[in-house]
């Protein structure tokens, strides 16, 4: 999940400013290398640390998150112009202060393995997956996800060559080493998912032994007070400092001499710019390849995420969940998500094919009206209407029906960042059309962060072992089967990230990974297994073979009625525990 513009500019040097690097004042200046030598001691300090003193600051800082929790949900939602009686609320729950807190205990989990001298893979299946690859059972891990999230499974993939036993020699990462220090980076926070600056500060210390200066986006910035709050434990011994400002301040702070790494979540034209510039002398610095910033830099960028629906038998049931699950993959944050299907693949040849449009149509629709709050969004939802002047318009948002005469290469190549969901077709049945859609995800498309496929559980049994080779052929960074790539997101174990290969010349949906809560090396992707029907319909009697599920319909759904309660109390769950509210969340779940 990424912002589709992070304000960071870039810059050559931490002193004066230029044409494309505009200058601070002094006072400004004075106060952002003060936060940078608070984290320079503060590294030196961290080095320190043993991993059981690390274990103990990671179990304060959960406590002042859990502490904050409300208060962070309540902010951010009102930031987002949703108010407390919003049916979306409960989104700002489970990607706020829920995801954080779930990092925080599968990071203690690793650290505490560590601390006892056991591998952080002790315990934890490892088999093998197409074309040479380890694959690691990383979710779920323990018995409540088990039971809360049943019929969920998640999966990392390891480069090819990557052996069990090297899996196992590398987990851990910088910690296996705690006392070498990474120095001190910098994160620039997203502006439209609040964990997001937490959990990359989390990845910085923890997997690379780096402090942080995190500076937040200003669209985060009512957020700034509870972020304080919430990583006090980290931020009084110099482990972290926050700031704010806009392009000048990310312009000090990309070129510091005094940060060593740069980490972004954002848009590749915002890490283009800090990588190379801005104006006529960007072409010639990457004709000569003359880098602007000369320091490592990672990046989470986002794409353009396919979602593929197999043909298959479906029931009406099964085509009005799954357009209410493709529903939610673009209209979730109000598709200001990185991460947000755009263009659903459908077999041409497919005898639902117009039920299954029918029903997309009216789950789209449907879905609770809410702002369009991310700067820039509105104007990209001009841009697609008059890409596609005979879209449907639903009130705020788009949806675009391609046909065969019809050109998809701006909704194919443009990530909208906004609610505008594209549907094209493609000729083809069972492996056929599979094959095909992989194909067309891989060549078409822009950008390698996710992809989704639907696929009901009698045609993926007859698929065989060919719907395995073509989920290894898939070139995605997180792939989610029968789910949505946003709910690896949320599970700490995983990893995020693109698929490897980028660079800074063509970087795509960015470089390297983030959260993997396993401190996993030689990471090539996640793959997210889900249950095709939910409760009751998941019962074995009915399902097929398919997987079973207790949840009538995931919180994470626009469409759930009581998402916004379970939602929260299921964060309040994870924050406090107590079986009374376990209860009464599970309870609310059944209504929905």
């Known amino acids: 999940m990424t912002s589709a513009t992070t304000s960071a500019s870039p810059g050559a040097g931490s002193g004066s400013g230029s044409a494309e690097t505009p200058d601070l004042d002094e006072v400004e200046r004075a106060r952002l290398d003060a936060a940078i030598a608070d984290v320079h001691a503060g590294s030196a300090t961290w080095a320190g640390l043993t991993l059981a003193q690390r274990v103990t600051l990671l179990r304060q800082v959960r406590t002042s998150v859990a502490a904050a929790a409300e208060d962070w949900a309540v902010t951010a939602a009102a930031s987002k112009r949703l108010d407390s009686r919003h049916p979306l609320r409960g989104e700002e729950w489970l990607s706020g202060p829920y995801s954080v807190l779930g990092a925080l205990d599968a990071y203690i989990d690793t650290l505490t393995r560590l601390v006892d001298g056991r591998n952080p893979l002790d315990g934890v299946r490892i088999s093998r997956a197409p074309g040479g690859r380890t694959r690691v059972h990383a979710f779920p891990l323990t018995g409540i996800d088990r039971f809360l999230l049943s019929g969920f499974t998640g999966e990392v993939w390891l480069e090819p060559g990557v052996t069990p036993n090297g899996a196992r020699a590398g987990a851990g990462l910088a910690q296996r080493t705690p006392a070498a220090s990474g120095g001190v980076g910098l994160v620039l926070g997203a502006g439209n998912v609040t964990s997001i600056p937490v959990l990359d500060v989390l990845y910085e210390l923890l997997a690379h032994n780096r402090t942080a200066l995190l500076k937040v986006n200003p669209t985060q910035d009512a957020l700034v007070p509870v972020f304080l709050r919430a990583l006090a434990p980290l931020i009084g011994p110099g482990f972290l400092r926050i700031v704010r400002g806009g392009p000048a301040v990310g312009a000090h702070l990309t070129g510091h001499r005094d940060l060593v790494h740069v980490h972004i979540t954002g848009s590749a034209a915002t890490f283009?710019?800090?990588?190379?510039?801005?104006?006529?002398s960007a072409a010639s610095r990457r004709r000569e390849n003359r880098p602007r910033l000369t320091k490592p830099i990672t990046a989470e960028l986002g794409g353009v995420s396919p979602i593929i629906v197999v043909p298959g038998e479906w029931t009406d049931a099964d085509l009005t969940f799954q357009a209410e699950h493709i529903a939610t993959m673009r209209l979730q944050n109000s598709g200001h998500n990185?991460?947000?299907?755009?263009?659903?693949?459908?077999?041409?040849?497919?005898?639902?094919?117009?039920?299954?449009?029918?029903?997309?149509r009216r789950a789209y629709a449907n879905a609770p009206e809410r702002p369009i709050w991310y700067p820039g969004s509105s104007s990209r939802l001009d841009t697609a209407t008059h890409d596609y002047p005979d879209a449907l318009v639903l009130?705020?948002?788009?949806?675009?029906?391609?046909?065969q005469e019809e050109d998809a290469a701006a909704l194919q190549s443009t990530e909208y960042f906004a609610p505008v969901l594209g549907v094209v077709s493609l000729p083809g049945s069972g492996q056929a059309f599979l094959d095909a859609a992989v194909s067309y995800a891989n060549d078409r498309l822009q950008g390698t962060l996710g992809a989704n496929l639907l696929i009901d559980p009698a045609t993926e049994k007859s698929l065989g072992t060919g719907f395995e080779r073509a989920i290894a052929a898939l070139r995605y960074g997180s792939i989610a089967i029968n789910s949505w790539t946003a709910f690896g997101f949320i599970i700490p174990t995983l990893t995020w990230g693109a698929f490897p290969g980028n660079t800074i010349d063509d970087v795509g949906s960015g470089i390297g990974v983030v959260h993997n809560a396993l401190l996993l090396d030689g990471v090539e992707r996640s793959v997210i297994r889900g249950p095709f029907r939910p409760f009751p319909r998941s019962l074995p009697i009915v399902n097929s073979g398919g997987r079973f599920t207790i949840l009538p319909k995931p919180p994470w759904f626009v469409s759930a009625r009581t998402g916004a309660q379970v939602s929260e109390g299921l964060t309040r769950f994870r924050a406090h525990g107590g079986i009374v509210e376990l209860l009464k969340t599970l309870a609310a779940a059944l209504r929905t």
Request: aromatic content about 8%; overall charge negative; charged content about 20%.
């Open 395 to 403: 009130g705020d948002r788009l949806l675009v029906e391609i046909d």
């Open 272 to 280: 283009d710019a800090i990588v190379w510039g801005t104006g006529p």
């Open 338 to 360: 990185c991460i947000a299907g755009q263009v659903v693949v459908v077999s041409s040849d497919w005898a639902q094919a117009d039920a299954f449009r029918a029903a997309l």
